[in-house]
């Protein structure tokens, strides 16, 4: 019975830790996105200028019309309010991982439920890169999962 207690305390902790990543992997991603809409806004709008001092109306036109297309995304996306809502999760599950030690595997297992229940919902696509970066980070690299490529790629976003 000892054994069992521990081992599902050592899977609760590999749960604690996994939310952890997962939400670095979330904050990192929507920082990047929110730098390339930073990117071309600024890019975007010094092309505006530049096609109205010109005299270049299609340039003036077709930068306007992107750097417009970026405002709207980066409104409905709100990356950096979802960044920020990854990062404090984040800090919440590492303050758990550090308070683990103490706590019995049911206390553990009950606040791990309720913080999973309140985190923000996260990029699917990092689940599987990020349960493996934790599964590494722990020694465990024998129970990896193989990745697509598409989460392969998402991954190389962060």
Same mark, same amino acid.
Request: aromatic fraction near 8%.
């Given at each position: 019975m000892l054994r069992t207690v521990e081992a599902e305390k050592y899977v609760a902790v590999l749960d604690v830790r996994y939310g952890s990543r997962y939400g670095e992997l979330n904050e990192r991603f929507y920082r990047r996105i929110d730098l390339v809409f930073g990117f071309v806004g600024l890019f975007g709008g010094s092309a505006v200028v530049f096609g109205a001092v010109s005299a270049?109306?299609?340039? /003036? &036109?077709?930068?306007?019309?992107?750097? /417009? &297309?970026?405002?709207?995304?980066?409104?409905?996306?709100?990356?950096?309010e979802r960044a920020v809502e990854h990062r404090d999760f984040k800090k919440k599950f590492a303050d758990l991982d550090a308070r683990s030690s103490a706590m019995s595997c049911v206390e553990l297992d009950t606040a791990l439920r309720r913080l999973q229940m309140e985190a923000p919902t996260g990029i699917s696509s990092l689940a599987i890169p990020a349960f493996n970066a934790n599964l590494r980070s722990n020694g465990r690299d024998e129970s990896v999962i193989p990745e697509t490529a598409w989460q392969k790629a998402v991954a190389l976003l962060v």
């Open positions: 270049n109306p299609t340039l /003036a &036109a077709w930068s306007g019309g992107v750097v /417009a &297309a970026c405002a709207v995304f980066e409104r409905l996306i709100r990356p950096i």
